[in-house]
């Protein structure tokens, strides 16, 4: 929403305006100071801020020289610079010597600017955030001038506090909690504090030593009272300690080894949410990052953290026992629909998806709502209801709270309070503004219920699944247990009873801790409750009762699927669809957040997106963190490909889009894999030189051959690769452990494959097969350009340039693969002796048949071929996919000196289209291959996701069989 519009002030409140008109210019009379010299728009806001809030009228009686200097310093109307607050209140306390002068100092210093604030505010001269932001300035400065002037003249006292193991001087670090922590203050707010010290040990240069953490509890309580004590001058900011480790009964300050040793062993999930917004407010800095940076792995969770909705969802119910205990339903922060509810939310999904996502650690609750938008985890639409009823609240919250500068959320019941805050509001009436209040917190109650609601509903006895209860929990007598699965519809009762008994009898199970246990228990009756909707239920139990025994002892998958009913039924879905599937998800249970966005799970990105997103995640991790970007690139690829299979079942994506989809999956991997590899290669030797002696950047090129250059990769495809650079042999590189240009490029070389096919808890990347690079696998791991080009032309075999049909630079230098592409091109399009080129593709394509294809119908050639109860090998029999391949890989060998438009593509399908085009082959021929390809490709994905090999009974696609090899003979090849 907008700044709320500026309205009249209604003639009942006009005499506070009157009122604090009549006493400033009382009490500047006295003063001797005048006020001719105001513009009638400073009077104007002098008289909203009045009608508005006590405090201002109050304290521009009470300091009225202050008060006309800080209209005089035309501050009132712009917006303070960057670090001035701080500037402004490091002059004020330049001669302060005394504790008491530092307190008056500060309070005075507070008060002005608060007026200052209130001013802005009311008058709609500041927006939220610039209203939020100053306060978290002054409270930022407040607190750190406070203890920057405190901390030395305690040193003079008690010495210098010294670590015992380090011999380094120590300083406090102050956190900020909460909204202070998120710059994100009200206009009356208290600040929560948390103190810490880096190391235990005494002080030093005093003539009586203090241990470290007495020192410091002295100075923390000389800082809270400089603070949070009322005097005549009022307060800074009420202080607030008991988010601290063990609440009020806690030490005032901790080292870190015991902040860390107490959130590691004790910290609760309210904490956990507090701790989300910790911000270094005051102290030693660097040191402060370096206690957050400890305490991060408490606050975000590696794994996703569906625990933490039972937390806030608790933490909720015991908020509103309180709003009810305490008559506070009309408490716009905790009430339902409140302030409180909002920063749920967006907390939720910090907490759940944190630890992966790292944009999501984030503090002001505005940019983490922009971030659930931008990454899908909430609608636009739902996103931008939160955010307007979230600032229609914060706006109400800083009206209630400028009347008096009194912390409160409670709307009023005194009808004038009621058209003071309608007023500030922008509203003519207070039922006006009561409606409009209402509309946000019933819109933000909904959205809150839609994340944080208990999936069984708020009836505790209508339990999803409860009827499996006892079943589950092994209190049937074994027969009605047999009994109730068979008549749900179990083919095999006794089988899948056994399955589930033996889950919940071993050893796994029954050594899990008490929290693990209730989760699972909660979690069993609702997979057999969405098990038995399925035609083949058996089949389903079977599939995904390894899934649950591998995650038993993590319950916070289990968490993850009793939260989200929907994720629980499109796991099932695709268990019941491929055991391929169920075997990965079961094997990579992180897998399960995939399932969480029914939307993404179903639209895979395109190429851009892709390559995009995979950055992005990369340049969250540390450059020195390879274990992290190794497992970022696995997970990405699991996660993805999961993606692509579940479309493909779902028939969002057709065969042709999902190799697609597989193919751009792994340039982006490969292209990211070689940034990592090009990055830690030149760290370590420096950069290669090119032959002018230039540096390459990085003249490398990754050339996919086989299914990835046909842009044709299936599921578990692996990568047919090859390496070329086109730098200088010869010179050295310039780092500290100098290699040749040869030596540097096999080295990158194989650290790509390291990369690539190391296994980690997240599995390999990809098999990579480098047999069809020059020479084979004796020859050099990485060729120069100039010898690649060398082998084609002068020593390749037939079949070598066969697959050079189907290459293509994946990744690398634009220099270097223009220059691969005339290699490619020169290669091929040479003219050939077709009857020699026709001998020796038949003669490798028997060689083939005769060692891959199936025996007992000698490869499709048989008589019994076409028998159903012989297989036929869908890739290398007589009629199947070699077969078209080697047609259209014979056909841009023959005529590319002709036709040079048939190389221009690697993929089979456009290069018969050009066939097609340029009259080679009959367009019934080509469309009849084409329709020929696809189909069995189709039927080896589906066998693929089946865990199935490629082979189907002899019977099908006989037709479509007998007219490839009729093509084939055609074109006179044997």
């Known amino acids: 929403m907008s700044l709320p519009s500026l309205v009249a002030i209604p003639v009942a409140l006009e005499p506070l305006a009157e009122r604090g008109r009549a006493a400033l210019l009382a009490k500047a009379e006295e003063l001797g100071q005048g006020t001719e010299g105001w513009p009638a728009e400073r009077w104007q806001a002098f008289a909203r801020a009045c009608v508005a809030s006590d405090f201002v009228a109050e304290q521009a009686s009470r300091d009225a020289a202050g008060f006309l200097a800080l209209a005089e310093s035309g501050e009132l109307e712009r917006t303070l610079r960057p670090g001035e607050m701080r500037t402004q209140l490091q002059a004020w306390l330049a001669d302060c010597t005394q504790e008491e002068e530092l307190s008056r100092t500060l309070r005075r210093f507070r008060n002005r600017q608060q007026l200052r604030i209130i001013w802005r505010d009311v008058n709609r001269l500041a927006d939220l955030a610039e209203t939020c932001r100053d306060l978290s300035d002054l409270a930022d400065a407040c607190i750190d001038l406070a203890y920057q002037w405190l901390y030395p003249r305690h040193c003079e006292q008690f010495g210098t506090p010294t670590g015992r193991r380090s011999g380094a001087s120590q300083q406090m670090i102050i956190l900020g909690m909460g909204k202070l922590g998120a710059h994100e203050l009200n206009l009356s707010s208290d600040i929560d504090l948390i103190f810490g010290f880096p190391e235990a040990g005494e002080t030093e240069g005093a003539r009586r030593s203090l241990d470290n953490q007495e020192f410091f509890t002295r100075l923390g309580q000389k800082l809270i009272k400089a603070l949070d004590a009322i005097t005549v001058d009022g307060f800074v900011f009420r202080t607030d300690m008991r988010l601290r480790p063990y609440g009020s009964s806690g030490g005032l300050v901790l080292s870190f080894a015991a902040l860390e040793q107490y959130y590691q062993d004790q910290g609760r999930d309210w904490e956990r949410y507090a701790m989300i917004k910790a911000r270094v407010v005051g102290g030693d800095r660097r040191e402060g990052a370096r206690l957050l940076k400890i305490l991060q792995p408490f606050v975000y969770r590696r794994y996703l953290d569906f625990s933490a909705i039972e937390a806030l969802r608790t933490m909720k119910q015991l908020i509103q026992q309180e709003v009810r205990r305490k008559g506070m339903a009309e408490n716009i922060k905790l009430g339902a629909g409140g302030i409180r509810e909002v920063e749920f939310i967006a907390q939720a999904f910090q907490l759940i998806h944190g630890g992966r996502d790292l944009s999501l650690q984030l503090r002001p609750l505005l940019k983490v709502l922009a971030i659930l938008e ?278 969002t994506l057709p065969l042709m889009k999902v190799s697609d989809y597989l193919t751009w999956l792994a340039e982006a991997i490969l292209d990211q894999v070689l940034a990592l590899a090009w990055r830690d290669t030149v760290a370590r030797h420096g950069t290669p030189k090119r032959i002018d002696g230039s540096d390459c950047d990085p003249d490398f090129v990754i050339v996919g051959y086989g299914k990835v250059g046909g842009i044709e990769l299936g599921h578990g495809s692996d990568l047919d690769l090859v390496f070329i650079h086109d730098g200088d042999p010869q010179a050295d590189t310039d780092g500290p452990k100098p290699l040749d240009g040869t030596s540097f490029f096999t080295r990158l070389g194989q650290r790509i494959i390291h990369l690539l096919t190391t296994h980690t808890t997240s599995g390999q990347l990809y098999e990579v097969d480098m047999r069809l690079r020059p020479s084979g696998a004796s020859g050099l791991l990485v060729s120069s350009l100039s010898a690649f080009a060398r082998y084609q032309e002068n020593e390749a075999w037939t079949w070598e340039h066969q697959a050079l049909i189907r290459a293509r630079v994946l990744v690398g230098s634009p220099r270097v693969a223009e220059g691969f592409e005339a290699v490619r091109a020169r290669v091929l399009g040479q003219a050939r002796v077709l009857e020699t080129l026709r001998d020796e593709v038949s003669e490798m394509r028997a060689k083939m048949r005769g060692n891959l294809g199936t025996h007992a119908t000698q490869a499709g050639l048989g008589e019994n071929a076409f028998d159903a109860t012989q297989p036929f090998d869908l890739k290398q029999d007589a009629g199947g996919i070699v077969d078209i391949e080697f047609m259209v890989q014979y056909a841009a060998l023959a005529w590319s000196h002709h036709y040079p438009q048939l190389i221009r593509y690697t993929d089979n399908m456009r290069i018969l289209d050009g066939l097609s085009a340029a009259d080679l082959l009959p367009a019934a021929d080509v469309q009849l291959l084409q329709e020929a390809y696809k189909a069995y490709r189709a039927a080896t994905h589906r066998l693929a996701l089946q865990k199935q090999p490629g082979k189907v009974p002899g019977d099908q696609f006989a037709e479509l069989r007998r007219e490839v090899r009729r093509i084939w003979l055609e074109l006179g090849l044997a």
């Open 374 to 651: 931008g990454q899908g985890y909430l609608p636009a639409p739902v996103v931008a209801e939160l955010r307007d009823g979230y600032r229609f609240l914060r706006y109400t919250e800083h009206a209630l709270q400028a009347i008096a500068d009194r912390q409160t959320q409670m709307l009023p019941d005194d009808p004038r309070e009621q058209a003071r805050v309608a007023f500030i509001m922008g509203f003519d009436n207070w039922t006006a503004f009561l409606e409009r209040l209402q509309h946000w917190r019933e819109r933000i109650d909904w959205h809150f219920h839609q994340v944080i609601a208990d999936p069984d509903g708020e009836d505790e006895d209508e339990v999803v699944g409860g009827e499996w209860q006892p079943l589950w929990l092994g209190t049937l007598e074994e027969d009605m247990a047999v009994r109730q699965l068979a008549e749900a519809g179990f083919q095999a009762p006794d089988v899948a009873l056994r399955r589930l008994q033996d889950l919940r009898n071993g050893n796994q199970v029954r050594s899990m801790q008490r929290l693990g246990r209730e989760r699972l228990d909660a979690f069993m009756p609702r997979l057999l409750a969405q098990t038995v909707e399925h035609d083949e239920m058996d089949q389903v139990l079977e599939r995904v009762m390894p899934l649950v025994a591998a995650v038993a002892r993590r319950s916070a998958y289990l968490v993850l699927l009793t939260e989200n009913p929907g994720a629980l039924t499109r796991l099932l879905q695709l268990c019941s669809a491929s055991p391929l599937i169920a075997e990965q998800i079961a094997r990579y249970p992180l897998l399960l957040d995939e399932l969480l966005n029914e939307g993404r799970l179903y639209s895979p990105p395109q190429a851009p997106e892709l390559a995009a997103e995979l950055r992005e995640r990369l340049t969250r991790i540390p450059e020195d963190d390879l274990e992290q970007q190794m497992e970022a690139l696995r997970h990405f690829k699991l996660a993805h490909s999961l993606r692509v299979a579940a479309s493909e079942f779902a028939g």
